[in-house]
């Protein structure tokens, strides 16, 4: 699995370009590079819900699990025709996404981000998760090597994070943030 850093700095990306893991170079604002970084993103935010207080088990097993995965597909998008992320991952989402949404009241109306800290951390998440998707369709726009599991994961993910933070907002004991849509009046005809 490559090298180790021995060194951090290399002065190699000075020029504005930066190494694959395939030994090729690209520059630094590449599609591939944009993607795989919104992942690494991603995954920090992650790290952001799993370092409030009071999270869940069940909840920092399934995203310590997401981390590692996440790091499979930021590494599938960083070396070009690599393969990492697998349907059985995918599937695997999907089942912990309805483990947690089954116990859930059906949504009558949308949420805004917030509900403690917890839950809006995750909600960051959730929005980055959703750029990483984009990021990831306008790369396999142009990389064809881009297999379609990882737009696919991110898709799902996002969706299990939508889940995760209303489990948290409720959990945290702070409640979801619905969305008072009557708040605007219509104006009166005459």
Same mark, same amino acid.
């Given at each position: 699995?490559?090298?180790?850093?021995?060194?951090?700095?290399?002065?190699?990306?000075?020029?504005?370009?930066?190494?694959?893991?395939?030994?090729?170079?690209?520059?630094?604002?590449?599609?591939?590079?944009?993607?795989?970084?919104?992942?690494?993103?991603?995954?920090?935010?992650?790290?952001?819900?799993?370092?409030?207080?009071?999270?869940?088990?069940? @909840? #920092?097993?399934?995203?310590?699990?997401?981390?590692?995965? *996440?790091? +499979? $597909?930021?590494?599938? =998008? /960083?070396?070009?025709?690599?393969?990492?992320?697998?349907?059985?991952?995918?599937?695997?989402?999907?089942?912990?996404?309805?483990?947690?949404?089954?116990?859930?009241?059906?949504?009558?109306?949308?949420?805004?981000?917030?509900?403690?800290?917890?839950?809006?951390?995750?909600?960051?998440?959730?929005?980055?998760?959703?750029?990483?998707?984009?990021?990831?369709?306008?790369?396999?726009?142009?990389?064809?090597? @881009? #297999?379609?599991?990882?737009?696919?994961?991110?898709?799902? *993910?996002? +969706? $299990?994070?939508?889940? =995760? /933070?209303?489990?948290?907002?409720?959990?945290?004991?702070?409640?979801?943030?619905?969305?008072?849509?009557?708040?605007?009046?219509?104006?009166?005809?005459?």
């Amino acid at each position: 699995m490559g090298n180790r850093l021995s060194k951090i700095y290399t002065r190699t990306g000075d020029d504005g370009s930066t190494g694959l893991g395939d030994g090729s170079r690209v520059q630094k604002d590449s599609p591939r590079v944009a993607a795989y970084g919104t992942v690494d993103e991603l995954n920090s935010t992650i790290g952001m819900v799993l370092a409030c207080p009071g999270v869940d088990d069940a @909840v #920092r097993e399934a995203l310590t699990q997401i981390q590692h995965e *996440l790091f +499979d $597909l930021g590494g599938e =998008l /960083c070396i070009p025709g690599m393969a990492m992320i697998e349907d059985a991952d995918i599937t695997r989402l999907e089942s912990v996404l309805d483990a947690f949404n089954e116990p859930l009241p059906p949504l009558k109306d949308f949420i805004l981000p917030g509900g403690g800290m917890a839950a809006s951390c995750c909600h960051l998440a959730r929005t980055v998760c959703r750029r990483a998707e984009r990021e990831v369709i306008a790369l396999r726009r142009d990389e064809p090597d @881009v #297999r379609p599991q990882t737009q696919r994961y991110l898709n799902r *993910l996002s +969706d $299990l994070l939508f889940v =995760l /933070c209303r489990v948290l907002a409720r959990s945290g004991g702070h409640g979801e943030v619905l969305w008072q849509h009557e708040r605007r009046r219509k104006p009166s005809a005459g």
